[in-house]
């Protein structure tokens, strides 16, 4: 599948929007939509309910983005959190130096009098046989040798622009979760082994962003720092290395379970020289993107690299008091760090597929129901009866109280079903002459209306009196087919 479609799709109906477009755009930064902002809300919503809400060992922190310089100072993002970055002489155009022979290069082939050619990234010229040792981009300027380039946005507190108030954007979430260590342990009472996450904006100042909200210089986060006793054994092994096991396990059944499917996703152990400067070992979980096999999430050991920089920079004790054997821990931690923006790609990816029914295509997201922007859409079939259109704006109104829920007339019912498909709407009620009846001819409706279902295509009637009990089955994880059977068909 190709990204342009997704590019399109996004801009189309609502989901994502270039930042500032009408003054052309602004590096690598993106809007989300009134859709996007459902998806990625949910995204956020289902990700703190089952990581955080229903689990006794985990609380939660929203911290500020600017925090004191000396934490990056701490943490080794001021003087570690570097990409090497090289330049071209002649176009000015930069890259990340060891991205740049990911990238498919200009060639002005002197075999061939000087002709211009586009070559695979990583490959020779097929006349001449050279290999890339200048830009990419333009194929004819020097690049300069790497240097390395600090990621952190910088920025000034207080009025004055003086280096005594320099600070910085956060690059990462996760140092709130280390500073605050002693105030939520303290303050909760909590046990080891236990997790605090957070969710929230992050940013770097990417040298190559890109590959839509891939990566980008503004994103959002959703991370969670899982403390653990390094002194103790689960399972007859550290705990560090239990726990981190087991968020592996945990975090790559998450995706699943909201519809990425296995076969795009996988592990990636980082070898030994790829380390972070933290981490005694990391796995990624990798998504195959339109791009290709790349990063959804990391997972790492982290050690206790934080809490001793903080404790040593800070001056205060940053340890745990191990009550049964009497002595005081710096906790281990593991870290699952996902990025939000990445996970929504992946799930829009997942679910975006291309059907033929009845000779024609149809477009469909099929987003998991709690992922779904829109829960339901509400349709009149004629928008010309005023009796059926009070009946369906009732019903919308109603249903809203509960979940998103949208109502639309503006085209003929399979139009608005293909409109509804192409945004991943699970459900679309219908309501028809059959609903209201003829007041003229004195016919009575029989108040049921059709929901029909998103995948399947299949209709159901069900009396206007049940919609909600009906949909709360729905939503809280009942089969269509189960629920189907209880109901007659509609007539298509
Ligand atoms: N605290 C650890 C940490 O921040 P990371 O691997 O640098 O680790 C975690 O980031 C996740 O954040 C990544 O797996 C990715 O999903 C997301 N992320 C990182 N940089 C990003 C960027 N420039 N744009 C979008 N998402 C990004």
């Not at 790829?274 to 979980?285: M, S």
């Not at 399947?456 to 269509?480: C, K, N, Y």
Request: charged share 30%; net charge neutral; glycine share 6%.
């Amino acid at each position: 599948m190709n990204m342009d479609v997704l590019v399109s799709l996004s801009k189309r109906r609502g989901f994502v929007f270039q930042s500032s477009e009408i003054y052309g755009g602004t590096g690598s930064c993106w809007d989300y939509g009134p859709l996007g902002v459902e998806l990625k809300n949910n995204i956020k919503r289902v990700w703190w309910r089952d990581f955080v809400q229903t689990r006794a060992d985990m609380v939660g922190i929203d911290a500020s983005i600017l925090m004191h310089p000396t934490v990056w100072k701490a943490s080794g993002h001021l003087d570690r959190f570097t990409d090497p970055m090289v330049d071209c002489r002649e176009c000015k155009r930069r890259f990340r130096a060891d991205h740049v022979d990911a990238v498919s290069w200009v060639h002005y082939c002197p075999a061939t009098k000087g002709n211009k050619f586009t070559i695979p990234a990583g490959e020779p010229c097929g006349h001449c046989g050279q290999r890339r040792t200048l830009c990419p981009e333009c194929g004819k300027g020097e690049l300069t040798a790497p240097r390395q380039f600090n990621l952190m946005f910088k920025t000034f507190m207080g009025p004055v622009e003086e280096d005594a108030a320099l600070t910085y954007l956060r690059p990462e979430t996760a140092q709130a979760m280390f500073v605050n260590f002693d105030n939520v342990l303290q303050s909760m009472r909590l046990k080891l082994p236990f997790g605090i996450a957070q969710a929230g904006r992050s940013f770097r100042n990417e040298i190559t962003p890109g590959n839509f909200i891939f990566r980008t210089r503004e994103f959002e986060q959703m991370e969670i720092e899982y403390f653990v006793n390094p002194n103790e054994r689960v399972e007859g092994r550290p705990a560090d290395e239990y726990w981190h096991d087991r968020w592996i396990q945990d975090c790559m059944a998450w995706f699943g379970r909201y519809g990425l499917r296995a076969e795009n996703l996988r592990l990636r152990e980082h070898d030994r020289d790829e380390l972070a400067h933290y981490a005694k070992r990391t796995v990624d979980v990798e998504y195959n993107f339109p791009i290709g096999w790349s990063e959804l999430m990391g997972i790492a050991n982290r050690t206790d690299f934080d809490l001793r920089q903080h404790a040593k920079w800070s001056g205060k004790s940053l340890t745990y008091f191990d009550e049964e054997r009497k002595e005081h821990v710096v906790p281990y931690v593991v870290e699952p760090a996902a990025g939000v923006d990445r996970a929504l790609l992946a799930f829009m990816a997942d679910a975006y597929r291309e059907e033929e029914v009845r000779g024609e295509k149809r477009v469909v997201l099929r987003f998991h129901p709690e992922l779904a922007p829109l829960k339901i859409a509400v349709l009149p079939l004629l928008k010309k009866r005023d009796d059926i259109v009070g009946a369906a704006q009732t019903i919308r109104a109603d249903l809203a109280q509960h979940w998103r829920v949208v109502y639309d007339d503006t085209a003929a019912i399979g139009r608005l079903y293909r409109r509804q498909d192409e945004v991943g709407t699970p459900y679309c009620v219908t309501v028809d002459v059959q609903t209201v009846g003829d007041s003229e001819r004195g016919e009575a409706g029989d108040r049921r209306v059709t929901i029909r279902e998103r995948d399947s295509m299949e209709q159901i009637r069900v009396p206007i009196a049940q919609l909600v009990t009906v949909f709360r089955e729905l939503f809280d994880g009942a089969s269509w087919s189960q629920l189907a059977e209880q109901y007659p068909p509609a007539r298509g």
